[in-house]
């Protein structure tokens, strides 16, 4: 989007109204404390200090807890978030550990590997409930 706020399109200001509805829903350090599978999942993916988390807090605009991240690169776990109206969400999304050079424990990126090796093999629509 390159026009200003004032002179968004329709479209342009129900997209950003969307992204705006995030709200945190849960932490998962492993696949099985996810919830069921049911809504879409847009994952955030990338390398530790990539930004994912920031994405996240700029396209929900907010700074609420559970949402901001003040430390680059120290997402741990899996982060989801409702999107879409409080009564029935209609979407995920999932904030994923960074991978490569986050100064942590080689134990801790281990485990932080698996855990997203597990994620990215079982997509939403084939992990067991």
Not at 3 to 15: G, K
Not at 98 to 118: I, P, S, T
Request: glycine share 6%; aromatic share 6%; net charge positive.
């Amino acid at each position: 989007m390159t026009n200003p706020p004032n002179t968004l399109s329709p479209d342009e200001r129900e997209a950003l109204a969307w992204t705006q509805s995030a709200r945190f829903l849960t932490t998962a350090s492993q696949l099985n404390q996810l919830p069921p599978p049911g809504l879409p999942e847009i994952a955030f993916v990338g390398r530790s200090n990539a930004g994912k988390s920031t994405a996240i807090n700029t396209l929900a605009a907010t700074s609420a807890p559970g949402l901001r991240v003040k430390t680059p690169g120290r997402t741990q776990h899996i982060n989801l978030f409702h999107v879409g109206p409080a009564d029935a969400p209609d979407a995920l999304w999932a904030d994923l550990p960074g991978y490569g050079y986050a100064a942590v424990a080689r134990g801790a990126k281990l485990r932080w590997q698996e855990v997203m090796a597990d994620y990215r093999r079982t997509a939403t629509h084939c992990r067991a409930s």
